[in-house]
């Protein structure tokens, strides 16, 4: 066993390269995971960051000074997040209280329709089995309320870590791209000098990470806009919680529609019933999310490497178990890096290497 393993190791580490590459990504990943909770003002400020760099880079390359677009886009980003905040997150705020005020009547609404079904059809279902869904609609809706009461109990805490945040996270992004080189610079001096693999496979999967990202930002706003706006020419109830987490759902490929596809169509059975409003309301909705999967996708995404939709599902499920909501957003990028580091790895193996007979 001993052999075999030495023999795979000298065939796909042979070079040096591969070895400090391969080093290099486990520590980082080590680093993340074991102190990622130590470290998460840092790492949203190094993301927001890297995120804001295209803009401050590209005007940059018109002729601006690097301080004063740092500055212009420094104070874009803080006016966005303002708005955001201030005009928003009040909003969606007072929406998510309504619903739960709500959920008491929603849930009579629905076990009243509920209880329509054995008359309308006797043979597809009995009062007995839909008495037993009801009981079990009314444990969920008691653990709903439970969780909101643990959830207001733990709010104290939370306005704590927010206030750190508003404060650390703006100043941390300013610094970073003020000081990009010198912070660059001072990185490389740890890094060693035998890093051209390295550095080709970082090159490489930062062209796949920006188009990426930027490409998901633009999705998120125009799908959670166009929703929004459907769903308040049809006056659907809680529009822009429900408008944002069609948005949010494109970060999960597949998975995230199917799941917001449910609270979208509840609110409006219970609002409208099952007449033409209703049927109109999802007919809306489903153009806009083949719209999304057939034609923006496409057109945000078109260079960005195509991966497998197991893929993608496994990397979502993976690095958002790691990394939660971060590791949902950089899914794709993560599952990009790992192609792309094997596919370098491969080409630094020793050409001459035997293969391995296992008999």
């Known amino acids: ?28 990943f080590l680093l993340i ?38 500055i212009v886009v420094f104070v874009s980003f803080c006016t966005i997040s303002l708005l955001i905040i201030i005009g928003i997150i009040p909003l969606l705020s007072h929406q998510v209280e ?11 609404n629905i076990q009243a329709k509920l209880l329509e079904i054995p008359e309308k059809y006797p ?18 809706l008691t653990n709903v309320g439970d969780l909101l009461v643990s959830f207001s ?3 104290f805490k939370n306005i704590v870590t927010i206030m750190i945040y508003m404060i650390l996270v703006p100043l941390l992004v300013f610094f970073f791209l003020k000081d990009k080189s010198t912070l660059l610079s001072w990185f490389e001096r740890w890094i060693p000098s035998e890093r051209q693999l390295s550095m080709r496979v970082w090159n490489e999967v930062d062209v796949q990470i920006g188009n990426y990202v930027r490409g998901k930002v633009v999705e998120i706003f125009l799908v959670g806009v166009v929703t929004y ?31 917001v596809t449910i609270p979208v169509a509840l609110v409006g059975l219970i609002q409208f019933g099952t007449g033409d409003t209703f049927l109109y309301l999802m007919i809306a909705y489903l153009v806009i999310q083949a719209i999304d999967g057939n034609l923006l996708v496409p057109l945000l ?20 178990g790691i990394w939660g909501f971060w590791g949902v957003f950089f899914a794709i ?27």
């Open 153 to 155: 109990l733990a709010s």
């Open 123 to 140: 043979d597809l279902v009995t009062k007995e089995q839909l008495e037993l869904v009801i009981q079990q609609l009314g444990g969920g």
């Open 33 to 70: 995971y074991l102190m990622g909770q130590i470290l998460m003002p840092f790492l949203v400020a190094l993301v927001l960051a890297y995120l804001l760099d295209w803009a401050a880079s590209a005007m940059e390359k018109r002729s601006v000074p690097r301080l004063v677009a740092v």
């Open 333 to 359: 990028p993560l599952a990009t890096l790992v192609v792309a580091v094997i596919a370098a790895i491969d080409e630094s193996k020793q050409p001459d290497e035997p293969e391995i007979e296992l008999v």
């Open 229 to 259: 706006v459907c769903f308040v020419i049809f006056a659907l109830n809680y529009a822009v919680l429900l408008a944002v987490l069609v948005g949010l759902s494109v970060l999960v490929p597949y998975i995230g529609a199917t799941l």
């Open 301 to 320: 995404f078109s260079e960005t490497n195509n991966l497998h939709p197991v893929a993608i599902i496994a990397a979502v499920l993976f690095f958002g």
């Open 98 to 108: 309504s619903l739960f005020t709500d959920l008491p009547s929603m849930a009579v």
């Open 1 to 28: 066993m001993n052999k075999i393993f030495s023999r795979w190791f000298k065939r796909n580490f042979s070079n040096p390269q591969a070895v400090i590459l391969a080093t290099l990504l486990m520590g980082g």
